[in-house]
């Protein structure tokens, strides 16, 4: 009996292993294309990956192989292109001129106001250095604008330029290189900021006295034309802050258009409140209104400065008289 029961469990369990055995082949049977489809799809997936890529690249290149890329030549719209940056370049040469300058139009004769011995002498002169270091930037400013503006106008001619760059270095060289070239008086004589800076400073250092011409200041060198050959130069300047109707200093100046005279705000509104007359200017036959005139912001500092120096000379007289 202990036999016989013996062999039926185990003739029980042995047909319970191989149903075991049966699914897990099936399992396997399953699992192995699965994972093969899966290795398919990753390979799949990884190749419409790299292919993504190239489409990627091959956009962002515009289809050309950039390692055997050759420069191309420029055409119309990049012509247009180099007269945009040329245009840059001049409107910050334009800022440089209209900010840059009056700073030290203003400081100049702020300096000159204090100016006592040999220390003040010394900051004057190198102010004036670095006035004319900035017009050197300005004009080299307007070499690159000039540099870009003859290449663009090659380009819209028709020429091929597939050097683009060696073309404007060259270019560029040759404008910088005839501007150094120029003598001290044609790049600086000839710079209206720079000899408004030089009036300012001279009027303070000798008021009353009309400015000689600004050749005066700029010693002559090689190639200038000698004094006796020289055009006829404008001198005798000299700044007048008094308003032609009160023979006083300005007061919130107004200036004409059609013809720069200035006058204190005030007395020029009730000459003009009755319409069009002539410029109270003396020798100024321009007819003038109201509507013609505008603020001169820079000229009103500068009478207040006048203001300023004439009551000090006024006071210094005063104090004078009363040591004698």
Not at 23 to 29: A, H, L, N, S
Not at 110 to 134: N, P, Y
Not at 155 to 169: A, P
Request: glycine share 6%; with cysteine; proline share 4%.
């Amino acid at each position: 009996m202990p036999t016989a029961a013996t062999s039926r469990r185990r003739a029980r369990r042995e047909p319970s292993e191989e149903p075991v055995a049966e699914g897990r082949q099936e399992e396997d049977e399953e699992t192995q294309p699965r994972r093969s489809t899966k290795k398919k799809l990753s390979a799949k997936v990884k190749m419409d990956t790299d292919n993504e890529d190239e489409d990627e690249k091959e956009q962002i290149t515009g289809r050309i192989d950039v390692r055997n890329f050759k420069d191309q030549p420029l055409d119309v719209d990049n012509g247009r292109k180099l007269g945009g940056l040329a245009a840059d370049w001049a409107s910050m040469a334009k800022t440089l001129n209209t900010s840059g300058f009056s700073i030290f139009k203003e400081l100049g004769p702020s300096i000159a106001e204090v100016a006592d011995g040999e220390e003040s002498g010394k900051t004057l002169v190198d102010l004036d250095i670095t006035m004319r270091d900035l017009i050197d930037l300005e004009n080299e400013m307007l070499c690159y604008e000039k540099s870009l503006e003859d290449l663009q106008q090659l380009v819209l001619q028709g020429e091929e330029i597939d050097n683009v760059m060696e073309r404007y270095d060259e270019q560029l060289a040759l404008n910088v290189d005839a501007y150094k070239k120029k003598t001290s008086r044609y790049k600086y004589g000839k710079h209206k900021e720079y000899a408004d800076f030089k009036q300012r400073i001279f009027e303070v250092q000798k008021p009353g006295q009309a400015m000689p011409p600004i050749n005066d200041f700029i010693p002559r060198e090689d190639g200038d034309d000698s004094d006796d050959d020289d055009e006829i130069e404008v001198g005798g300047m000299t700044q007048d802050y008094k308003c032609p109707l009160t023979l006083t200093i300005l007061v919130n100046p107004l200036t004409a258009k059609a013809c720069h005279h200035s006058f204190s705000a005030v007395a020029i509104r009730e000459y003009l409140k009755a319409g069009p007359k002539t410029c109270p200017a003396a020798g100024c036959n321009q007819h003038i209104s109201i509507k013609d005139l505008e603020e001169d912001k820079d000229l009103e500092r500068r009478a207040k400065a006048a203001a300023r120096r004439e009551a000090r000379r006024e006071e210094d007289s005063d104090d004078e008289e009363v040591v004698e």
